[in-house]
């Protein structure tokens, strides 16, 4: 397995914890930034520090050049087009905006809105709140025991009344990619929009946004190495003409008289306010981390230690793994369980290692039901993850089951 | 492995909860849940003349809810209302013997809140 990364690049990595060897596995929750990032932010701070698009001075210029610098750089990342993307503060927010702007512009009594059971609560409470305001239908397609979207169910869900199929692109608990191409034409065929959360999906691996067809894209950058305060809506440019606003306020105007305002361009029409530039200078910087690296190369490495990592615990006695065991089946995640032992205690014990996991519902509360089970362990990977910490992490599961015994 | 918050004590009302059941006839009873992870508490009490006669617990939760919750129930037996009203998160701490941490606040505490839920 050749490493993708250096881990030299992320000054994190580096502590020790516990007086131990960092081990960190809960990139799913949060990536680390390497240093580019930082130095990228911090270079803004110090140089170039200024409200963009309102002052007609050096710094602000470049602050705005910067700001929409960055904007072309995760186009560029997804094949879009930079006036097609718009600035929030995450991907949960990037889903409201669709939820408030286009949803209750488009949904009304008697329409129906589909997702599936694996969506994390970020794409599955905006619609509830949306159904429920129109009175329009939720409808949830099942996922299998190994977190596959049960296409049949799918299609026999989809009617006419369907204005929005909302997706995850990668399940955070699962791993598991839904064919979003498929999805898409299925959809279209019944003239529904497709949405995808695409928070795990765009860190992970390639995304193009013409080939697989969709409509919506919701990103949070610092799940892709980049800073949290800062996400992405990617939409067609012909819905995003077509919404009205979402938040208002300065920035987002051409005119505006005491009764009445026009609004700007696209995509600033959706970015109220001062926006969170250094954010974004950090998040182009990541795009162009991932780039070189090569999302292709990225999702090579982690399916390789998700193989890895797999075949190690399923030598463990008492682990019950939660999705699909075949890596090539799943993004860098895997959902885990110790016969015994509470997530909790497990993720303190691991701790206590120098090896951090996630432990509990993972934002997707409906899906622990399915299983039976509370909350569960899981270990999620990045590009600066590697077989030793894969290897720390069994040893001490293996140590933490003594303790427990 | 030495470690403080897995030590001996902790682990024996993890695995051996005392008091854990459910009452046939309770006074006071609460029920609560850490929305973090699901781990659920149900505790009963038996109070005559002021004083706890008798006490249950009941839920499924990590090493951390179950002990601090057993560990409650003992504590409380034959106690009186006014006292066991007063109960604090640091005699929790005390009870359980160490500082569990932010991290593990939710867990340690979670039978506390029931137990005041229930006299509330
Ligand atoms: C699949 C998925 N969707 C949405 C989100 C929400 O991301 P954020 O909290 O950055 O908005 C997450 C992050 O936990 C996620 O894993």
Same mark, same amino acid.
């Given at each position: 397995m050749t490493d993708v990364s250096k881990k030299s690049d992320f000054p994190i990595l580096k502590r020790r914890i516990h007086g131990k060897r960092f081990a960190y596995l809960d990139s799913a929750a949060t990536a680390q930034r390497p240093v580019v990032v930082l130095k990228a932010m911090d270079e803004f701070q110090r140089k170039h520090n200024a409200n963009t698009h309102?002052?007609?001075?050096l710094i602000s210029e470049e602050a705005t050049a910067l700001y929409e610098g960055a904007r072309q750089k995760v186009a560029a990342f997804i094949h879009a087009?930079?006036?097609e993307i718009v600035f929030t503060r995450n991907a949960t927010e990037a889903i409201n905006l669709v939820a408030y702007a286009w949803g209750r512009a488009n949904i009304v009594t008697g329409d129906n809105i589909i997702v599936t059971e694996m969506e994390h609560h970020s794409n599955l409470v905006p619609w509830q709140l949306l159904c429920k305001e129109r009175k329009a239908e939720l409808r949830v397609v099942p996922v299998t025991d190994?977190?596959?979207?049960v296409m049949k169910e799918f299609t026999k869900l989809l009617? *006419?009344?369907?204005?929005l199929v909302a997706v995850s692109?990668?399940?955070?608990?699962?791993?598991t990619m839904p064919d979003l191409a498929v999805i898409a034409r299925s959809a279209h065929r019944k003239n529904a929009l497709v949405l995808v959360d695409g928070a795990q999906l765009a860190a992970h691996v390639p995304v193009d946004v013409k080939k697989l067809g969709v409509d919506f894209l919701a990103l949070s950058a610092h799940k892709m190495l980049g800073p949290m305060g800062i996400g992405v809506l990617w939409a067609k440019r012909e819905l995003l003409e077509a919404m009205p606003p979402f938040l208002a306020g300065?920035?987002?105007?051409r005119e505006v008289s005491l009764q009445t305002a026009t609004w700007n361009d $696209?995509?600033?029409?959706?970015?109220?306010?001062?926006?969170?530039a250094v954010g974004a200078v950090g998040f182009g910087a990541a795009v162009d981390y991932l780039t070189k690296l090569g999302m292709g190369s990225v999702r090579r490495h982690e399916m390789a230690l998700t193989a890895y990592a797999l075949k190690k615990l399923r030598h463990i006695k008492g682990v019950s793994i939660y999705?699909?065991?075949?890596?090539?089946?799943?993004?860098g995640v895997i959902a885990f369980n110790v016969q015994g032992i509470h997530p909790h205690d497990l993720a303190t014990l691991l701790d206590r290692e120098g090896v951090a996991i996630r432990s509990g519902h993972h934002c997707a509360q409906p899906l622990m039901q399915k299983f039976g089970v509370m909350a569960t362990a899981r270990m999620s990977f990045s590009v600066y993850t590697t077989k030793q910490d894969i290897d720390q992490c069994i040893a001490a599961i293996a140590k933490a089951t003594k303790v427990m015994a | 492995m030495t470690d403080a918050l897995y030590k001996a004590t902790i682990l024996d009302h993890h695995k051996h909860?005392? *008091?854990f059941g459910t009452l046939k006839r309770s006074t006071h009873e609460a029920h609560l849940e850490n929305? $973090?992870?699901?781990d659920e508490v149900t505790m009963q009490f038996k109070v005559e003349k002021g004083k706890v006669i008798d006490v249950a617990f009941s839920g499924r939760g990590c090493a951390i809810t179950t002990a601090a919750a057993s560990m409650l129930t003992e504590a409380v037996l034959g106690k009186s209302l006014a006292a066991v009203k007063k109960l604090t998160s640091k005699d929790v701490d005390k009870l359980l013997g160490v500082k569990v941490g932010p991290a593990r606040e939710k867990c340690a505490y979670l039978g506390l809140e029931t137990l005041h839920k229930a006299f509330s």
């Open positions: 309102r002052g007609i001075y087009q930079p006036n190994e977190g596959a979207v009617t *006419h009344r369907t204005k692109g990668m399940s955070n608990v699962f791993g300065g920035d987002m105007i $696209l995509p600033w029409k959706f970015e109220a306010g001062t926006p969170n999705g699909p065991t075949s890596a090539r089946l799943k993004g | 909860p005392r *008091h929305t $973090l992870c699901g």
